[in-house]
Structures are given as C-alpha cells and as structure tokens.
C-alpha cells in the first residue's frame, strides 16, 4: 500500500482521510494542530489522540520530516545553512538569516534545477525532482525546531525555479499562511523567478499577495542569453509585459533581482537600461554583487562599482537596494547551494 503524504494535504483533504479510514473528521483538526502548529517530527508526540489511532495513521500515513545532515554557522553575520536529507535521501539546502526585524528562512523548492543559469550552482547537476508541499513546509519546521527560533519571513530563493513547480508551491503558500498553520502573512513571502513568462501569468491569475522576484541580471536580451538560458525563451519585452500584469492583477510592486558581475554587466549602459525598465513597472530593484560559485567563472563588482552602480539607480528615483552577501564564508549566500556536501 501506498502510503499518503499527509504533511501535504490541506485540512479539508485531511478530514476526508479521516473518514477514509473510518475515523471522526474533528480528528482532522487535532493532527492538523500537531504539524503545523506544534510541529510534531513523529506520530508517537501527538499525545491527545489515543495510542490506536497514532499506530492507525503510522500505517496509513507518511509524516515527512527532514533530518538536518549538517548545520553550519557563519562567524561573520550569525547566518546559518542546513543541509537537510528528504525521505528518500535527497538532499536540499536551506537557510536562516537572522535581520532586526525578525527571521528569514531561505527554502528550495526542487533537488537541482534545470534553468541553467551560468553563474549559479545550483543548477550543476541538473534537476533531479520538484518538492513537495511538506517537503518546502518542513524546510522551515525543521528550522524552527533546530534552533527554536520564530520564523516571520520566507524567501523561496534556495535551490529550484520555484515556478517550474507551482501546484506544489501554491499548495505550500496557502498552507503557509493558513490560521491554522504558522500563519505566516502573504506579504512577508517572497517567490524568486528566473521568468517563466506563462508561470508568471497563471501566477498573477492567483491574486496572492506575495512579493514576486525576477531575477533579471541583463537589461539587453543578448546580456541575459549570455547569463540565463531562460532568456533565450522569452525576451525582455514579454517578461517585462507578464510583470506587468503581474502588477495589475495583485496590486504588488515587482523587485528585480541584478547580480552584479565586475565587467559584465555592471556599466553605464546597463544602468541606464536598468534604470528604464524599473520606472516603467515601479519596480524595486535588489543589487546583489555575484556570489563566487568554484565551477562558474564571474567575479564580483568591486565594492565602489556596486556603490557607484547603485548611486545612479537611486538618482534616477529608482528604489535600489543593496543585498548583504549574507553566509557567504559558508557557501549560504544567493547561487551557492547546491544538493551535495560541495
Ligand atoms: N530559480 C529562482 C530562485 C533561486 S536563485 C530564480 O532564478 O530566481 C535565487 C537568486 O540568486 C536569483 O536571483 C539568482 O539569479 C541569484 N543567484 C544565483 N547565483 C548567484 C550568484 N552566484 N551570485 C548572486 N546571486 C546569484
């Protein structure tokens, strides 16, 4: 017999089991407490339910836990990265980002990715399979029970293209944000894309409040193919158009995400550009100097270029940030994870 995951089955889905297996459905309620309230790791913790039934849901049900295979710390800024196993042995990469105004949890959303970004480790081997909703779920459960930290923020930037699973990403979201669930709210979620412009019209069509990321990186289609195999599917002009019904439907600002890389597209011209394409969506624009990944061949801006580079964006009235290469000693930083020890 094939046993149900029930950490990814919303609370409607989970009575119907219920009754399935001949039980009352406010038990539903009660399971549904224990893992994604109270965040239980095993069936035998959910002491409110008779031994009978815990043993009955054992036999029915998989309850997905990730097991953490290694933890590191950054000694620079508190950061740390887990290395987690999956059930089948898969292995993902999430991590903690302590801000002052609260904890950032950076989830994966698939064991590899097939984008193929070349400036990104991510994507080395290949995509291998999308997670499931307990799968993203757990990434932050387990973290939260490792370190008994309260998560406020979640970021599904690790490793995946988050969009090239969107039942599964939605399912997570809406569990997520659940009230009986963390209650995480939708505005503290953000969802980082490599511009998948279908995905990124159904997504609009969800009306969720969420911020979307794009991660644009070239502001000329001929740069971004340099960088992004996606770009080759879809240009500019219509990742820009999806973006902006994006905008429409939700009422939600896009932030485009530009990895600066010394000499490649970190000159006047694509300031310029960048410049032009963020005041035509009201776009907020997040710099991040390039991550040094050892297989990938770009460097980093130096520190005046990205200074000066986000000068020009903020005189233009552009709202640029600078993001902090956070865990970065650790390999924790934006395009390092990857699905192995590295
Ligand atoms: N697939 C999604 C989410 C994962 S990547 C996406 O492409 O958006 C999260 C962010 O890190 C993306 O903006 C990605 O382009 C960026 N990134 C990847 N490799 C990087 C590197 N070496 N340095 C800095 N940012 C990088």
Request: glycine share 8%; proline share 2%; aromatic share 6%.
């Amino acid at each position: 017999m094939v046993k149900i995951d029930i950490k990814s089955l919303s609370l409607a889905e989970l009575q119907q089991e219920m009754e399935n297996i001949g039980e009352k459905k406010f038990r539903a309620a009660q399971l549904y407490e224990w893992m994604h309230r109270k965040l239980a790791r095993d069936f035998s913790e959910m002491t409110n339910l008779s031994l009978s039934l815990r043993e009955k849901c054992g036999e029915h049900f998989d309850l997905t836990v990730l097991k953490p295979v290694r933890v590191q710390e950054s000694k620079t800024d508190g950061t740390k990265k887990f290395l987690f196993e999956l059930p089948d042995g898969n292995l993902v990469e999430s991590v903690l980002m302590k801000y002052h105004h609260g904890n950032s949890v950076c989830i994966s959303s698939q064991v590899g990715c097939r984008m193929g970004c070349r400036f990104c480790a991510s994507t080395l081997g290949g995509l291998v399979r999308s997670l499931t909703a307990g799968e993203m779920l757990d990434q932050i459960y387990a973290v939260t029970h490792h370190t008994g930290e309260r998560i406020s923020n979640v970021v599904v930037m690790g490793i995946g293209e988050p969009l090239d699973n969107r039942e599964n990403l939605l399912r997570f979201i809406k569990m997520l944000t659940d009230e009986d669930g963390l209650h995480i709210s939708q505005r503290n979620i953000t969802v980082s894309t490599c511009g998948l412009v279908p995905e990124i019209r159904k997504l609009a069509e969800e009306r969720l409040q969420i911020t979307l990321a794009l991660s644009l990186h070239g502001v000329s289609d001929e740069k971004r193919r340099e960088l992004m195999p996606i770009a080759e599917k879809y240009s500019i002009g219509e990742l820009m158009d999806a973006c902006r019904y994006y905008f429409e439907k939700t009422g939600r600002r896009i932030t485009f995400e530009y990895a600066l890389a010394g000499g490649v597209n970190d000159t006047e011209a694509d300031a310029k550009g960048l410049i032009l394409l963020a005041s035509s969506l009201h776009a907020h624009v997040n710099l991040i100097p390039i991550n040094p990944v050892k297989e990938r061949t770009y460097t980093a801006s130096g520190r005046e270029a990205v200074r000066a580079f986000q000068k020009k964006l903020t005189d233009a009235g552009i709202n640029a940030t600078l993001r902090r290469e956070m865990g970065r000693d650790i390999d924790g930083a934006c395009g390092q994870l990857r699905r192995n020890y590295g």
